[in-house]
């Protein structure tokens, strides 16, 4: 069933220019959400690129605003210059309908003056990125009292580029009244605490729906025990995986594996209870942002691992409870996409083929080893390649200054700049390997913040 974007209460006006625009059936995610906006209800709204939500939210934002004050009603913050820009686009195209709005965008990689220039003018509407909202918040050219609406688009973009210290500070110079609109594709803890603190009530509204038991295709293989590492690489080979995590039941397994498939040229980490914090933070960093293909763990080095996106978990042996099993199998297949879930059985170990069979109240699904055949020479290499910056948090190193070093001036697109994980002394940024060498040169000949900071790559 569509609904027609007539049957909202929205002005004359804005429905002949949604009309002039062939906007006319509403999209499931603009059917769900505007009513609720539209009451000014706060609202939690998953959904993905090309879903028709900046449309939604745009509509919701208008709605409320006064044309004859000029100071910000509306604010929207969104993780990249490039997603800024298309969205004030879209919200531009959108307020052809009331006179004279004004959006104006606020991102960083642009040069400040003109900015304070076109803030003195007014705006009704502003879409930026959280740090250079930040910065215009913390020097007085920027205020938010007249808020009706805050907007964050794509928060669990956001969140992964170590954007939560910003949002929060800017929504703590937000009016108590305000509505507060969140869209995400997923829906991490981050979201979570984000809501929680933040919003009043919020309804929430996803399109499709996520969790399907079909989601995770299991397959078994009986080996010789002496075959194990080798029946890894095979996997890895025949399926090709850009990420995975492979569970072990030792330091010294995890160890050995790691030192097989990177002697293969695979990029493999090991994630183990004896790592120094430090370590971990480095592991867990650029397994999380994609510049690591197999993440090597035993069950307890990977406890509270959230890990979005992840295309197979492989037991290198399986575990010894059948409940390990299916907690170690469900990091795979989330949000929407299909898992595998790859076991290595060794004859010693079928009881515990046999415990699992009997928790899953099904047959497991048995394949042979020789089944396997690689995919193709090339070797299997992550996406993304991560710089690391001697300089974090103590050192009053923001997300947003790593991002403006990469992007501003002609430097690399915001595309090709993947999470950014900052800690007290380090910061971690993925980039596409593509440009790599570049993004290296750019922030060691660069300064960041004013600063020559040392950068490598890992």
């Given at each position: 069933?569509?609904?027609?974007?007539?049957?909202?209460?929205?002005?004359?006006?804005?429905?002949?220019?949604?009309?002039?625009?062939?906007?006319?059936?509403?999209?499931?995610?603009?059917?769900?959400?505007?009513?609720?906006?539209?009451?000014?209800?706060?609202?939690?709204?998953?959904?993905?690129?090309?879903?028709?939500?900046?449309?939604?939210?745009?509509?919701?934002?208008?709605?409320?605003?006064?044309?004859?004050?000029f100071g910000c009603q509306a604010l929207v913050l969104c993780p990249?210059?490039?997603?800024?820009?298309?969205?004030?686009?879209?919200?531009?195209?959108?307020?052809?309908?009331?006179?004279?709005?004004?959006?104006?965008?606020?991102?960083?990689?642009?040069?400040?003056?003109?900015?304070?220039?076109?803030?003195?003018?007014?705006?009704?509407?502003?879409?930026?990125?959280?740090?250079?909202?930040?910065?215009?918040?913390?020097?007085?050219?920027?205020?938010?009292?007249?808020?009706?609406?805050?907007?964050?688009?794509?928060?669990?973009?956001?969140?992964?580029?170590?954007?939560?210290?910003?949002?929060?500070?800017?929504?703590?110079?937000?009016?108590?009244?305000?509505?507060?609109?969140?869209?995400?594709?997923?829906?991490?803890?981050?979201?979570?605490?984000?809501?929680?603190?933040?919003?009043?009530?919020?309804?929430?509204?996803?399109?499709?729906?996520?969790?399907?038991?079909?989601?995770?295709?299991?397959?078994?293989?009986?080996?010789?025990?002496?075959?194990?590492?080798?029946?890894?690489?095979?996997?890895?080979?025949?399926?090709?995986?850009?990420?995975?995590?492979?569970?072990?039941?030792?330091?010294?397994?995890?160890?050995?594996?790691?030192?097989?498939?990177?002697?293969?040229?695979?990029?493999?980490?090991?994630?183990?209870?004896?790592?120094?914090?430090?370590?971990?933070?480095?592991?867990?960093?650029?397994?999380?942002?994609?510049?690591?293909?197999?993440?090597?763990?035993?069950?307890?080095?990977?406890?509270?691992?959230?890990?979005?996106?992840?295309?197979?978990?492989?037991?290198?042996?399986?575990?010894?409870?059948?409940?390990?099993?299916?907690?170690?199998?469900?990091?795979?297949?989330?949000?929407?996409?299909?898992?595998?879930?790859?076991?290595?059985?060794?004859?010693?170990?079928?009881?515990?083929?046999?415990?699992?069979?009997?928790?899953?109240?099904?047959?497991?699904?048995?394949?042979?080893?020789?089944?396997?055949?690689?995919?193709?020479?090339?070797?299997?290499?992550?996406?993304?390649?991560?710089?690391?910056?001697?300089?974090?948090?103590?050192?009053?190193?923001?997300?947003?200054?790593?991002?403006?070093?990469?992007?501003?001036?002609?430097?690399?697109?915001?595309?090709?700049?993947?999470?950014?994980?900052?800690?007290?002394?380090?910061?971690?940024?993925?980039?596409?390997?593509?440009?790599?060498?570049?993004?290296?040169?750019?922030?060691?000949?660069?300064?960041?913040?004013?600063?020559?900071?040392?950068?490598r790559v890992l």
């Open positions: 069933m569509t609904a027609a974007f007539a049957s909202l209460p929205l002005s004359a006006a804005m429905l002949a220019n949604l009309d002039a625009l062939g906007y006319t059936e509403m999209t499931p995610i603009q059917a769900q959400s505007l009513p609720l906006m539209l009451k000014g209800q706060d609202l939690i709204a998953q959904a993905k690129t090309g879903s028709g939500k900046t449309a939604a939210f745009g509509i919701a934002l208008l709605a409320p605003l006064n044309p004859r004050f990249t210059r490039e997603l800024a820009d298309q969205v004030a686009k879209e919200i531009r195209r959108l307020a052809r309908a009331a006179d004279n709005i004004k959006v104006l965008t606020l991102c960083g990689g642009v040069p400040f003056g003109p900015q304070i220039g076109s803030l003195e003018h007014g705006a009704h509407v502003i879409v930026g990125t959280p740090g250079r909202v930040q910065e215009h918040l913390r020097k007085g050219t920027l205020t938010l009292d007249g808020l009706n609406t805050l907007v964050l688009d794509e928060a669990d973009r956001m969140l992964d580029m170590g954007f939560y210290d910003s949002i929060a500070d800017i929504i703590g110079q937000t009016p108590a009244r305000r509505q507060t609109l969140l869209f995400s594709a997923t829906y991490p803890a981050g979201i979570e605490q984000l809501a929680a603190t933040f919003m009043k009530a919020p309804q929430r509204v996803q399109v499709e729906a996520l969790h399907d038991d079909g989601q995770i295709e299991q397959r078994f293989y009986e080996i010789d025990p002496r075959q194990r590492l080798d029946a890894v690489l095979r996997l890895l080979l025949h399926f090709r995986p850009q990420s995975s995590v492979a569970f072990c039941h030792t330091r010294q397994q995890c160890q050995e594996l790691v030192e097989h498939l990177q002697a293969r040229k695979i990029s493999a980490l090991a994630l183990h209870g004896d790592l120094e914090q430090r370590d971990r933070d480095q592991v867990l960093a650029m397994f999380a942002n994609r510049s690591c293909s197999v993440l090597v763990a035993t069950d307890v080095a990977a406890r509270g691992l959230d890990i979005a996106g992840l295309e197979a978990v492989i037991n290198v042996e399986l575990a010894r409870d059948p409940e390990v099993h299916i907690h170690r199998i469900g990091r795979s297949g989330r949000a929407g996409e299909k898992g595998l879930a790859l076991s290595l059985v060794a004859p010693a170990e079928a009881s515990r083929a046999q415990a699992i069979e009997n928790l899953q109240k099904a047959p497991l699904n048995w394949h042979e080893l020789d089944s396997l055949k690689p995919k193709s020479d090339e070797p299997l290499l992550p996406p993304m390649t991560t710089l690391c910056i001697a300089a974090g948090r103590k050192d009053k190193l923001r997300p947003g200054d790593i991002l403006g070093a990469l992007t501003g001036e002609a430097g690399i697109p915001g595309a090709q700049v993947g999470k950014i994980a900052l800690f007290d002394f380090q910061a971690y940024v993925a980039v596409d390997r593509s440009v790599a060498r570049q993004a290296l040169k750019r922030l060691s000949e660069g300064k960041i913040k004013g600063r020559s900071m040392k950068v």
